[in-house]
């Protein structure tokens, strides 16, 4: 339920006989509840603990020179909005952001500003991590899970 809900919430706050605080208090909690109108490309950035420890300050950097933008903001022309927020579930692949539904993860500067210049060019950057391995499996080689798994009640009590 991603954009702009401000209106939708004012009828359903009418429909349910509930107190404009209660609607306030959910819009201003969940990130994906917008109260103003959002850009084409709608770029969250996770700054918290695990994303800032590998780097999310130089990538908002990154973003908001490439966008001409401050956190908060959209631009004239509609296209973007930036918005800071807290976990976005993906610390593993440290650092990361949001661009409407898609997550582009273990990013630098480089990565981050090519996505960017992408989705300027009209282009869909493929979503996902950005340092060559599959979803959340580590760098480099596995280091866990490396042998065949066990057969069925192997480990398992005879008197069970």
């Known amino acids: ?3 702009y809900q ?10 349910l006989n509930l107190p404009r605080m209660r ?9 994906m509840f917008m109260r103003k109108p959002t850009g ?8 918290t603990t695990p994303c800032w420890l590998r780097g999310s300050d130089e ?13 908060g ?4 022309d509609m296209l973007w909005t930036l918005s800071e927020v807290e ?5 593993v692949n440290a650092p990361m952001v949001q661009i409407n539904d898609d997550y582009y993860e273990d990013l630098t500067v480089e990565a981050t500003n090519e996505i960017l210049d992408e989705l300027k060019s009209g282009g869909k950057p493929a979503p996902g991590p950005r340092s060559g391995r599959f979803a959340a499996e580590p760098i480099g080689e596995p280091t866990s899970l490396k042998s065949e798994p066990l057969g069925p009640g192997v480990g398992v009590r005879a008197d069970l």
């Open 6 to 15: 401000f209106l939708l919430c004012i009828k359903l706050l009418k429909i």
């Open 87 to 91: 976990c976005l579930g993906a610390c």
């Open 23 to 31: 609607v306030y208090e959910v819009a201003t909690f969940y990130t």
């Open 59 to 71: 990538i908002l950097e990154a973003i908001k020179k490439n966008l001409k933008l401050e956190v």
């Open 40 to 47: 084409k490309y709608h770029v969250q950035i996770c700054t």
């Open 73 to 76: 903001e959209t631009s004239k």
């Open 1 to 3: 339920m991603g954009g």
